[in-house]
């Protein structure tokens, strides 16, 4: 079926006939809503949402680039400029002398936005000098991490492209259309920044439909309204870290069938009471939170169209816990925080949404709404609110103040919890009946139960262990599944546990399915459901050194090393400085028998990383193995 977007490089945000998908529907634009829904739109309209990405533009834009400014960075001089009416950024690009660039583009909108550069290929390139509005202030986004052409971060690089690593988040209906064959993009959106049909889906069947029964009393039969149990995930779609499996998000679909979903595991993303670390979006740790369990929404708290909350102050969180909702804790002000009410220390979000701030500006509130305990600080550094505000006050005093004002109810079963999952990411094997526990009781939600199993994956040759992941894979919530499957990875040589597995390549949910054909991939049937699933997950991330890598790693565990050589390459021109992808390459060389190669690209990347020995290791390796192979014997004349 013909895909009839148009072109993103002229698209202004203002035409939007016959904008068509191939399966999903077409997309009609914002602005045709406008004349029937003028309140939301209005609301919409100022929102972030609708700013979320756009063309540059001379009146909001005017401020940051005239008079011409120079900003030393990283030991280079760059130029902020408006030449011959063109935005520029002059700075180094790939070649090694300082060049202009056209600004195209802007994304994000307050407190800081980033611009965007088009490049050859359909690519477009984000630059790592960003404005603080604000401040009136330009700085560099990564801070003081200094980032060289040809690296994979470097604004002209790969994890800078905004194709791949921006779109699909600020705009509508973006598809990526990357052709491996000429390493290009034909990328295409509907509209740009989240317009209306982000949210509710491609809508122009439900315009035309109004407009030829106008007043009708019969339901329109072309509006599908937002299931509210989907609404979370909606939303969750943009504001969480995840993989992608398909090529777009499907509005109304269930959001596991669509994403892998970054959780709290040991590569400390979060802290283990589950509170952000990283820069993890709201989803996930509202997901966390109990009161995600007893049905509380973002609708609950945010306006959709403005995005705005829908009160302020204390007044947002008493509407509940001033005994309006059922099972709402009833929270008496004064009584419950201890500080003067005239001041920020009696927020309710002061402690239960403590901030964190990101891409250097940016403050962003925990959507966890954890309880501000220091004595988890005091025995496993994970921070509290207390002191986040009384920064000059030691982790002691904070804890005797929340003994004196808040005693036995400090003990929550959230602490232990913290506790458990923080000894379990050290590998203390200590706590793994904790750890089953968790994963079997319902009460604490399933998102802990997933974390529970992901945990358990370490210690999976115990048979209690095994039979709770084994009990994890019949759960009918798809991240358990998908966890309990990765868990099982390590015992994959069980035939029992392959057995068990074999039957979740025909999941009805596509996570699960892809994470069992990845976990079954050395003996992995290609003719099954979840192999498809894979094979298109990694087709679609086909720009991205990772998914070279992991494709890779796919044919290596099948011992395909010529194939897997290929995507090695790829991953290691396109990523020239990462560890694993350069080893991998030189262990695959040496295997085929090229070791004088391998040993010149390790060197090499002992030079370029000396504080990583991870390519010290495998050059060892290599060698004694070159050694041993080459010695004369015993024996020899
Ligand atoms: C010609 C007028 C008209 C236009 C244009 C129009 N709508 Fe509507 N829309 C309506 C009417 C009338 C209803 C109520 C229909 C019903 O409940 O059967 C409605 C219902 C809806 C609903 C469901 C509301 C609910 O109660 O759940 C959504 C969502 C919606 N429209 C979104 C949009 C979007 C997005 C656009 C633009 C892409 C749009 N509409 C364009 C007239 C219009
Ligand atoms: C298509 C992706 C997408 C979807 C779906 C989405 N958001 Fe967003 N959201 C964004 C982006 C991108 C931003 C940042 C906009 C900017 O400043 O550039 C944002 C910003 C926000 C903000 C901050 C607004 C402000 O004024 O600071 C809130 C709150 C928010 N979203 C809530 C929601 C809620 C609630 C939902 C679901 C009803 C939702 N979002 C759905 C992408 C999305
Ligand atoms: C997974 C979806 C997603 C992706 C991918 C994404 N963003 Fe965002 N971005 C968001 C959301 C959601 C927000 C709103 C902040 C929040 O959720 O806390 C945001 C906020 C921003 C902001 C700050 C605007 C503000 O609120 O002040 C900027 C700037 C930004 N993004 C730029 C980028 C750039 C550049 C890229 C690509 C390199 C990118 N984003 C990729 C979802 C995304
Ligand atoms: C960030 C996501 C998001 C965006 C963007 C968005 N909506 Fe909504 N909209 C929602 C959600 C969520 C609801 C609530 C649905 C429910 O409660 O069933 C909603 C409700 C509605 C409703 C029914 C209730 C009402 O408020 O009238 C209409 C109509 C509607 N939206 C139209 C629009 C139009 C028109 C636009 C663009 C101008 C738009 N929406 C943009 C998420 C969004
Ligand atoms: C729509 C109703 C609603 C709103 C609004 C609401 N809450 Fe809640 N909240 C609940 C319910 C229900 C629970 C009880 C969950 C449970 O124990 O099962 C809860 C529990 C909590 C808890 C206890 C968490 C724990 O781990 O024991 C905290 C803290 C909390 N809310 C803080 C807030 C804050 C802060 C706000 C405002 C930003 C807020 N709530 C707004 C309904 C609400
Ligand atoms: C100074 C810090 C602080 C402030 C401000 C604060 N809380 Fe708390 N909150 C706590 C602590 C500590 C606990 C755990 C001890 C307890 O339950 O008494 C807690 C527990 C809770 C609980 C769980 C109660 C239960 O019975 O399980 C809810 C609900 C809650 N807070 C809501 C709020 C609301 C609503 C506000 C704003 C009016 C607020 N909190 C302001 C520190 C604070
Ligand atoms: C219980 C209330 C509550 C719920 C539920 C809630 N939020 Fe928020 N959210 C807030 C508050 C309060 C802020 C801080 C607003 C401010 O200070 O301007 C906030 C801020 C944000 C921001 C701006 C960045 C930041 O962290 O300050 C985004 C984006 C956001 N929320 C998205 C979401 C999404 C998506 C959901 C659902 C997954 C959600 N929120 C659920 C209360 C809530
Ligand atoms: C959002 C910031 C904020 C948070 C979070 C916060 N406070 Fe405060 N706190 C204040 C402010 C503001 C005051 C009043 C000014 C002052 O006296 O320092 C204050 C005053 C106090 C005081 C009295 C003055 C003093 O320094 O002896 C104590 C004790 C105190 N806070 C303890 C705590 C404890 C314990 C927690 C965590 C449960 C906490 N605060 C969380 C902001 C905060």
Request: glycine share 6%; proline share 5%.
């Amino acid at each position: 079926m013909a895909l009839l977007f148009m072109g993103i490089s002229n698209s202004t945000g203002a035409e939007f006939s016959n904008l068509e998908t191939n399966k999903l529907g077409v997309y009609a634009g914002s602005e045709s809503c406008r004349d029937c829904h003028q309140t939301d739109y209005d609301l919409w309209s100022h929102s972030h949402h609708a700013l979320a990405e756009r063309p540059v533009d001379a009146k909001l834009d005017q401020a940051a680039f005239a008079p011409t400014q120079t900003i030393l960075h990283a030991g280079q001089t760059n130029a902020i400029r408006i030449q011959n009416g063109e935005y520029q950024i002059v700075t180094l690009g790939l070649e090694s002398n300082m060049q202009p660039f056209h600004v195209e583009r802007v994304i994000g909108r307050e407190p800081l936005i980033q611009f965007i550069t088009p490049f050859p290929g359909g690519r477009y390139q984000v630059h790592e000098a960003s404005y603080d509005i604000v401040s009136n202030q330009w700085f560099y986004v990564y801070g003081d991490d200094i980032r060289n052409p040809g690296e994979y971060g470097h604004w002209t690089g790969r994890g800078m492209n905004w194709n791949s690593q921006c779109a699909e988040c600020h705009n509508t209906g973006f598809r990526k259309n990357y052709d491996a064959a000429t390493d290009s993009y034909h990328s295409t959106l509907a509209e740009m920044g989240v317009g209306c049909e982000a949210c509710h889906g491609p809508l122009k069947s439900h315009v035309e439909w109004q407009y030829a029964h106008p007043k009708s009393t019969t339901p329109d039969p072309t509006i599908s309204h937002l299931q509210p149990s989907r609404i979370v995930g909606m939303c969750g779609s943009c504001h969480s870290r995840t993989t992608d499996l398909t090529d777009h998000f499907e509005v109304g679909a269930s959001f596991y069938d669509q994403y892998w979903l970054d959780i709290l595991d040991s590569s400390e993303e979060w802290y283990p009471d589950g509170q952000i670390k990283d820069e993890d979006y709201e989803f996930v740790s509202f997901i966390s939170s109990k009161m995600y369990q007893a049905g509380v929404t973002c609708l609950d708290c945010h306006n959709p169209h403005s995005a705005k909350n829908s009160f302020t102050g204390n007044q947002l969180c008493m509407r509940c816990h001033g005994g309006g909702f059922p099972k709402a804790p009833v929270i008496n002000i004064a009584q419950h925080t201890h500080h003067e009410l005239t001041d920020h220390g009696s927020d309710c979000i002061g402690c239960h949404m403590p901030v964190t701030v990101y891409m250097q500006r940016q403050p962003r509130h925990d959507h966890g709404f954890t309880i501000p305990d220091p004595l988890l600080t005091k025995e496993l550094n994970i921070p509290n609110a207390c002191n986040r505000c009384h920064d000059k006050q030691t982790t002691d005093w904070a804890i005797n103040y929340t003994k004196q004002w808040y005693g036995t109810n400090m003990d929550r079963s959230t602490r232990n919890r913290a506790r458990w999952i923080a000894a379990a990411q050290s590998g203390d094997q200590r706590v793994e009946n904790h750890m089953i526990g968790l994963l079997e009781e319902t009460n604490q939600g399933p998102y802990w139960q997933a974390v529970a199993a992901g945990a358990l994956g370490q210690w999976s040759d115990t048979q209690a262990v095994q039979d709770a992941l084994l009990k994890g894979l019949k759960n009918k919530h798809p991240l358990i599944r998908e966890q309990s499957v990765r868990a099982l990875e390590s015992s994959i040589n069980d035939t029992n546990i392959r057995a068990a597995l074999q039957p979740l390549l025909h999941d009805p949910t596509r996570n699960v399915r892809i994470a069992v054909a990845w976990t079954l991939r050395a003996s992995l049937d290609l003719q099954t459901r979840g192999s498809f699933d894979l094979q298109h997950m990694f087709a679609l991330e086909d720009d991205q050194p990772v998914a070279q890598f992991q494709w890779a790693n796919f044919l290596l565990a099948r011992q395909q090393p010529a194939e897997a050589l290929n995507h090695l390459e790829k991953a290691t021109l396109w990523d020239p400085i990462s560890p694993p992808f350069q080893c991998a390459h030189a262990e695959v060389l040496d295997q085929l028998g090229q070791t004088d190669k391998a040993i010149t690209i390790l060197k090499q990347e002992e030079q370029a990383l000396p504080q990583s020995q991870e390519a010290s290791n495998v050059l060892a390796k290599i060698l004694e193995r070159h050694n041993r192979d080459h010695a004369p014997t015993g024996n020899a004349q």
